[in-house]
């Protein structure tokens, strides 16, 4: 089976747009947030050779540096989360279908689906904490990105904290299904948080982008 990360852009969209459920809301989301990250990667490469950032201090091109390389990494997992969240997806939908007959049956289907439930809740809240590190390292491309693409690290900001909203709206649709109240409680708890810190970064960024405007 292909891969949903080697489809043309244009099949992926088909494909969402499709009858079938999945890629649904959690892979997009993953896409999203791949995608803020490479427009931060771009900032960065068109600003690493002009004069602007030769005259930074050492300091701040290492930070710069760092922050390219982490976003370099955070989109390559991203890529990745876009099939798993699909995989999670499936394997809920499988253990929903498994036999009820016996008291064995339901035993083990019960077991399939708390199982299921949890995986599906952990890789939207994964990509949910992967969208806000993006924001954790776009601030340098803001602050000192080159003013001629300076508003695609506006972008990338926007399309991370998208994806931080969007990926908390799947974990939360799954935390009914998950029945270790401990487990639930601490992804509500990762929710709030990343939705609160991903608003302050987002915002700090935006407003760093039309000071360059």
Do not use: W
Request: aromatic residues 4%; hydrophobic residues 40%.
């Amino acid at each position: 089976m292909t891969k949903l990360k080697d489809l043309s852009v244009e099949s992926f969209i088909a494909e969402t747009a499709s009858d079938s459920p999945a890629p649904g809301g959690g892979s997009v989301a993953a896409l999203v947030a791949a995608l803020g990250a490479a427009l931060g990667e771009m900032v960065y490469n068109l600003t690493k050779n002009k004069k602007s950032f030769a005259e930074l201090s050492e300091e701040n091109k290492t930070a710069v540096k760092a922050d390219y390389t982490a976003l370099s990494k955070l989109h390559e997992e991203l890529i990745s989360l876009i099939d798993e969240d699909t995989v999670a997806f499936n394997t809920f939908m499988d253990a929903l279908r498994l036999p009820k007959e016996t008291n064995e049956e339901i035993a083990a289907r019960k077991e399939a689906m708390a199982h299921a439930a949890i995986v599906s809740m952990q890789v939207p809240l994964d990509t949910a904490g992967k969208s806000l590190e993006i924001l954790k390292h776009m601030g340098s491309l803001a602050r000192y990105g080159s003013k001629n693409c300076i508003s695609d690290a506006g972008v990338g900001a926007y399309l991370a904290r998208a994806a931080v909203e969007s990926a908390v709206m799947n974990v939360r649709i799954n935390l009914s299904s998950v029945k270790d109240e401990d487990v639930a409680g601490q992804a509500e708890n990762s929710c709030q948080n990343y939705l609160k810190e991903a608003e302050q970064l987002c915002n700090e960024i935006i407003k760093e982008v039309y000071q360059k405007i």
